[in-house]
T-cell receptor, first 113, second 114 residues
Framework: GENVEQHPSTLSVQEGDSAVIKCTYSDSASNYFPWYKQELGKRPQLIIDIRSNVGEKKDQRIAVTLNKTAKHFSLHITETQPEDSAVYFCAASTNTGFQKLVFGTGTRLLVSP | NAGVTQTPKFRVLKTGQSMTLLCAQDMNHEYMYWYRQDPGMGLRLIHYSVGEGTTAKGEVPDGYNVSRLKKQNFLLGLESAAPSQTSVYFC?????????????FGPGTRLTVT
C-alpha cells in the first residue's frame, strides 16, 4: 500500500523567512496530494491541495509543488507569520471514486517573532 | 450549519470497558471516516463508509467496530478498551461526485484508557 514520508519533523524559522516541508510517496498511482494544518488542540484543516496533472499551485503565501517522476511534493510558505505556527500534514491518495488518504507523520512549524 | 460534530470531547475508560463515539455531519456527505491520531504517527484510517448501511476497514481496524445506520451519523465502537487505544479520534466526511472533494474533520475526541 501507499507510504508517505514527511520531513522535517520540526522546523523553526524567524518571522518573515520561508519554510519548506517535503513529502515523498511510494504508490505511483497516487494522484491527489492535500496539505492540512492543525493548530494545537484543533482539528486538521485543508490549506491547499494539488492533483497529479498539475506541477505547482499557489494560494497567496502558500504553494505546493509536485514532482511525479521523483514521487515527491513540497509545501512552501513565504513571509511566515507567528500564526503559521502549527503542525502540517501531507497526504496522498488515489482517486478511485473514494478518497483513502494516507498521511505523513507531520511537521511542527514554529515561527518566532 | 454545524459541519462535523463529535461526542464526547473527552473520555477516560478502564481497560476492558466499552464505549461508542458518535460522529454527525449536516452537509449531506456520502463518505465518512474515522481516524486516530497518535504522537509522531500522523492520522491513520480506522474504518470508513461510502454510504448509509456500508462500512469498510481502513489501515488500523483491529479492536474497533463501526456502524452507519443513518447517512448523517457514523459510530465508532470499542468493545473492550485497551491502553493501546489511548489516542485522539477524529471523524471526517466528504462529498461524492465528479472529482475529488475535501475531507472535513470534526473537533476530535480525546480518549484515555487506564
Amino acid at each position: 500500500g501507499e507510504n508517505v514520508e514527511q520531513h522535517p519533523s520540526t522546523l523553526s524559522v524567524q518571522e518573515g523567512d520561508s519554510a519548506v516541508i517535503k513529502c515523498t510517496y511510494s504508490d505511483s498511482a497516487s494522484n491527489y496530494f492535500p496539505w492540512y494544518k492543525q493548530e494545537l488542540g484543533k482539528r486538521p484543516q485543508l490549506i491547499i491541495d494539488i492533483r497529479s496533472n498539475v506541477g505547482e499551485k499557489k494560494d497567496q503565501r502558500i504553494a505546493v509543488t509536485l514532482n511525479k517522476t521523483a514521487k515527491h511534493f513540497s509545501l512552501h510558505i513565504t513571509e511566515t507569520q507567528p500564526e503559521d505556527s502549527a503542525v502540517y500534514f501531507c497526504a496522498a491518495s488515489t482517486n478511485t471514486g473514494f478518497q483513502k488518504l494516507v498521511f505523513g507523520t507531520g511537521t511542527r512549524l514554529l515561527v518566532s517573532p | 450549519n454545524a459541519g462535523v460534530t463529535q461526542t464526547p470531547k473527552f473520555r477516560v475508560l478502564k481497560t476492558g470497558q466499552s464505549m461508542t463515539l458518535l460522529c454527525a455531519q449536516d452537509m449531506n456527505h456520502e463518505y465518512m471516516y474515522w481516524y486516530r491520531q497518535d504522537p509522531g504517527m500522523g492520522l491513520r484510517l480506522i474504518h470508513y463508509s461510502v454510504g448509509e448501511g456500508t462500512t469498510a476497514k481502513g489501515e488500523v481496524p483491529d479492536g474497533y467496530n463501526v456502524s452507519r445506520l443513518k447517512k448523517q451519523n457514523f459510530l465508532l465502537g470499542l468493545e473492550s478498551a485497551a491502553p493501546s487505544q489511548t489516542s485522539v479520534y477524529f471523524c471526517a466526511s466528504s462529498a461524492v461526485g465528479q472529482g475529488i472533494f475535501e475531507q472535513y474533520f470534526g473537533p476530535g475526541t480525546r480518549l484515555t484508557v487506564t
